[in-house]
């Protein structure tokens, strides 16, 4: 059987399609979350965060430098200790500092947000 381009294709599309389809689904999550947020959060208030990362220091180093010194911060290590769950809460003065919060989180590998 002889390839095609488009079988030749389809070895390097799905994978820019994945990253297009994660990248759209991220901006309709904050897009969503915006929504919602402009319906119930009055700012200033303190906002909950929650984050699930893998269980490395530099995925904990990274969710941690999201926030400041005011922030309360805790964290619960997942049974088979592969994940690390965070909760931070943070006085946040705006719904769009809290969409660049996330923006930024998403940045980090392997993080989930909840």
Do not use: C, W
């Not at 009055?42 to 990274?62: G, Q």
């Amino acid at each position: 059987m002889q390839e095609t381009p488009s079988d030749i294709n389809d070895g390097i599309i799905p994978h820019k399609k994945t990253i297009f389809t994660a990248l759209m689904s991220e901006k309709s999550h904050l897009d969503k979350l915006k929504e919602q947020l402009e319906k119930s959060f009055r700012a200033p208030d303190v906002y909950m965060f929650k984050f699930i990362v893998p269980n490395t220091n530099e995925s904990m180093a990274r969710v941690m430098a999201l926030f400041d010194d005011t922030s309360r911060i805790s964290s619960k290590l997942s049974s088979n200790e592969k994940y690390m769950s965070i909760t931070a809460t943070e006085m946040m003065l705006s719904i769009d500092s809290i969409i660049e919060k996330y923006k930024s989180a998403f940045e980090i590998e392997g993080l989930m947000a909840l």
